[in-house]
């Protein structure tokens, strides 16, 4: 069946440092993946999108790679935030049947410790 | 800024009974979304919505659940008879558009709602 896969555990980083989290898929190859953020109780909020053809998408502190070989994808964010500390999912269409159906990951939570 | 925008935010109910939880996505969005996260579990798909009917839907979008817009601006999830196991917040989220990569599309960035949390007694 097809998956996504995050760390569950949680990432611990001291603030300036840059944070790296990673998504795994399998047995499927996704035209896009999203990254979205989450706090405790509220929605997801969408932070970037990357396409299959694009190996590398940028946006102020966050950067998203995007490896089609080995089906993954990094999320990185730079000189981070003790205000960075949330859950964040990585996200794409999985086929169900006929249909793509948007999947989301468990999510990693960070924890930027100041 | 806009934003999507849930009623109620908290809903408790007995087992059994009906339940409609109401959303008002962004005005000029055309595509509506609903998923549920049971607490401590990832965010999951339940049903997308286009021009006034289901796109897709989830194996958990089973008999119980129906979706409808009712007018311009509402877009609602009915759950007829809950369970127990339908504790979970459950999120509306809309995007303006799908995009497009040869013959698959795949949805565009997505906004969501604070949440409905459900439950259920």
């Known amino acids: 069946s097809q998956k996504i896969e995050q760390n569950s555990e949680a990432l611990n980083i001291q603030e300036g440092k840059t944070a790296t989290l990673t998504c795994n898929y399998t047995?499927?190859?996704?035209?896009?993946l999203q990254w979205y953020r989450q706090d405790p109780g509220r929605g997801p909020v969408f932070l970037l999108l990357?396409?299959?053809?694009?190996k590398e998408k940028r946006k102020e502190r966050l950067k998203v790679t995007f490896d089609t070989t080995l089906k993954q994808s990094l999320f990185h964010i730079t000189a981070s935030q003790p205000a960075d500390s949330a859950t964040y999912l990585c996200a794409l269409d999985i086929k169900s049947g006929g249909s793509y159906i948007p999947t989301f990951g468990r999510g990693t939570s960070l924890i930027v410790h100041p | 800024e806009p934003e999507v925008t849930q009623t109620p935010s908290h809903q408790v109910t007995q087992m059994g009974q009906e339940v409609i939880l109401r959303c008002v996505p962004i005005?000029?969005?055309?595509?509506f979304y609903w998923y549920r996260q049971i607490l401590g579990q990832k965010v999951e798909f339940l049903v997308s919505?286009?021009?006034?009917?289901?796109?897709?839907k989830s194996e958990i979008f089973d008999d119980q659940f129906s979706v409808e817009r009712p007018d311009g601006s509402n877009f609602t999830l009915k759950i007829r008879s809950t369970k127990l196991e339908d504790s979970a917040m459950y999120f509306c989220?809309?995007?303006?558009?799908?995009?497009?990569?040869?013959?698959?599309?795949?949805?565009?960035?997505?906004?969501f709602g604070p949440g409905t949390r459900l439950t259920v007694l």
């Open positions: 990357i396409r299959e053809n694009e």
């Open positions: 919505f286009y021009n006034n009917e289901i796109s897709e």
């Open positions: 005005s000029n969005h055309l595509y």
């Open positions: 989220a809309s995007s303006e558009s799908r995009l497009l990569s040869g013959v698959r599309s795949s949805y565009n960035e997505q906004f």
């Open positions: 047995n499927y190859s996704p035209a896009y």
